[in-house]
């Protein structure tokens, strides 16, 4: 299956060359998790805060549908 994620704020950095346009696309495995996505990306798991898949909210245990797109944010904070 195929997918594509977009990475925001700092969360960019840690992954080199990485395109805001394009994003990062993936061929994975069906019913691959969230939190499996996260770990191929070799992102830091505490400075995620939100991820959607197809603009809603998810979690890390959810599975992943086919050419979906994937947004990982850092935590958010203001006042």
Same mark, same amino acid.
Request: net charge negative; no cysteine; proline share 7%.
């Given at each position: 299956m /195929?997918? &594509? =994620?977009k990475l925001? *704020? &700092?969360l960019r950095s840690h992954y080199p060359g990485y %395109? @805001?346009?394009t994003g990062? +696309? !993936? +061929? !994975? %495995?069906? /019913? &691959?998790?969230v939190s499996r996505v996260i770990k191929e990306l070799? !992102? @830091? =798991?505490k400075q995620i805060g939100i991820v959607t898949i197809n603009g809603k909210l998810s979690k890390a245990e959810d599975i992943v549908p086919d050419n979906s797109e994937i947004k990982v944010f850092q935590p !958010?904070? *203001?006042g």
């Open positions: /195929k997918i &594509t =994620v925001f *704020g &700092t %395109d @805001p346009g990062i +696309e !993936l +061929e !994975l %495995d069906s /019913k &691959t998790q070799g !992102l @830091p =798991v !958010l904070a *203001g």
